[in-house]
């Protein structure tokens, strides 16, 4: 046997890779998780005003608070996960989806009851994030932290995948056969799949229990990542760049299918293939970016090719189609920013190594970032679109990655691990701990 296939045997191809061997049927049923729940994202608006009636401000009413509920769940995902264990919240998650769903389409939709639906579908708000986010705080307690910017890109590979991707490759292929009402039903039954792959097929045991010492209080626990974000500066400027992160992505929906359709006149189905485009470069750079990170600095991968390339690839995406009118430009451009989003990767590993021993609760500080995105970026564009226009919004969101850029500053070397040679090590500023009875840690900053 050669040098390197006796390497190659000792390190099974899912080490390799970065992928913790314990979790890897959790990856697997995120992705048909996300597929199942982003089956809707590209025709549920339309459906509900061709089947229900209802006008553009009711759909973007009922979008609005189920955002809002998203960015609750977002919070509480990773605090539960803390208080009862990373499983049991996937679990509440996968459950609260399915009957939600289900209330949705058989008594809300197909019932046309309106008040049913703004109920359902805004509790069915809390599902993917329980599932998903739960999943990655398990990720976090369990994945060698030498390799955990790594493991989170795969996470992220696998929720990018099916949302959108491949949720609306489903759509655009079932909905033509099986048409719309029937293909939400298909995406329940995917949801369900994903659900039982996860759910049945991980048996590794941190995941099984909470996160926290016995005899922590249930209010403390929930109410820590609020409190690491009031106390710890650092944790505090985690949340607010990933917030800033996806913030323009959820604001430049607003405005961004009128710009490209009608003024770049690229037509409505240009725009929705550029968007196909740009999240499809991004889902293998989740990846990559996450393996950079090990290597150069999470910091450093998060500072620059995240921020910093995310803020002048945007400004490409505008520019280029408006200077030249050249739809191959800009579908150039929006793969630079798809792959640009993806630099933002390792700031969840940036963010876990500010309070190993609170995996869940310093995780919740950081998805708070995340929900707050989704409404932060609308209403940016609510408040300043008339007076800045479309060209300065777009100026505007370039500033928020510029910003980000700066609060990058705010960490330092012993937040993170550094490297000695080709050997890895972790700062020793804190002292070893029993990290939920798996393995010892060191801890960092």
Known sequence: MSVSTAVKAAHPLWERLGIPKPLILGYVGVLLFMIG???????????????????????????????????????????????WGPKRVMLIGATGWVVFEVIFLAFGVAADNETVIFLAYAAR???????????????????DRARLATAIGWFYVSFTAGLPTLGALIANGSIPVLGPLNTLWLSLGLVVAGSLVALLGLREK???????????????????????????????????????????????????????????????????LLTTIIYAANIPFNVIFGMLGDRIGWRNTVRWFGAVFSG??????????????????????????????????????????????????????YNIGMGAS??????????????????????????CYGLA???????????????????????????????????HLKTCG
Not at 313 to 340: H, K, M, N
Not at 388 to 397: A, H, K, R, S, Y
Request: with cysteine; net charge neutral.
């Open 125 to 143: 708000g809390m599902g993917y994030p329980l599932f998903a986010f739960g999943f990655l705080v398990w990720i976090a307690a369990v994945a």
């Open 374 to 399: 989704v409404a932060v970026g609308p209403l940016l564009v609510a408040l300043f679109y008339d007076s800045l226009g479309q060209e300065g919004m777009v100026w505007l969101f370039a500033g």
């Open 206 to 272: 941190t995941g099984s229990r909470p996160l926290v010492r016995p005899g922590d209080k249930a209010f403390g626990t929930l109410s820590l990542g609020l409190k690491l974000m009031a106390t710890r500066p650092k944790v505090l400027c985690a949340s607010i760049i990933r917030m800033l992160n996806t913030a323009p992505q959820y604001g430049s929906f607003v405005f961004f299918p009128v710009l490209f359709a009608d003024r770049f006149n690229f037509g409505l189905s240009g725009w929705l």
């Open 312 to 365: 002048v690839s945007l400004l490409a995406l505008y520019y280029l189609p408006a200077w030249t009118g050249s739809y191959p430009l800009a579908v150039l451009a929006g793969i630079a920013f798809g792959i640009a989003l993806a630099g933002f990767v390792p700031l969840s590993a940036l963010t876990a190594g500010l309070e190993p021993g609170h995996p869940g609760a310093v995780m919740s500080a």
């Open 405 to 439: 850029a700066l609060l990058t500053l705010a960490f330092r070397p012993t937040d993170e691990r550094t490297r000695t040679g080709n050997k890895t090590k972790l700062e020793e500023k804190e002292p070893r701990l029993d990290t939920v009875g798996t393995r």
């Open 37 to 83: 729940d982003g089956v809707e994202s590209n025709y549920l608006t339309p459906f509900l005003q061709d089947h229900n009636g209802m006008d553009v401000q009711r759909v973007g009413l009922l979008v609005t608070v189920y955002g809002m509920v998203v960015a609750v769940s977002s919070w509480l995902a990773a605090a539960f996960s803390d208080l």
